[in-house]
């Protein structure tokens, strides 16, 4: 039986909850929605607050997080900022997970290098 894609995207989050919580993240939030966007992942690593975009199928997954798809997860990010506060933290940036389906994670810290050109 094929699993659909929402259980699929749910099945990649959990995994890549597990790979932050033993690289001592602490998950603050997970789907955070506003009108404009969703975040899967917010999570803080000492000062600094992680929004983490995770992505299912192959290592090369998160090549599917674009310019558009980055600007909707930092305009979201800025939403929870004024929502919700900094929890403590002096920075953050935007991470992408990509979870095989073989659960093996690739994980792509502060991609906002990549946007600006």
Known sequence: ??????????????????????SHY???ERNFRTKFGEIDIIAKRKKQLVFVEVKYGSKDAYLR??????????????MFLREKGDFGTNSYRIDVIAVTKEREIFHFEDVAKDFWR
């Open 65 to 78: 997080v674009n310019r558009k798809k980055f600007e909707k997860i930092s305009f979201t990010a800025q």
């Open 1 to 22: 039986m094929q699993q659909n894609n929402t259980s699929l995207g749910k099945l990649g989050e959990d995994l890549a909850c597990e790979y932050l919580k033993k």
């Open 26 to 28: 602490k998950i603050i």
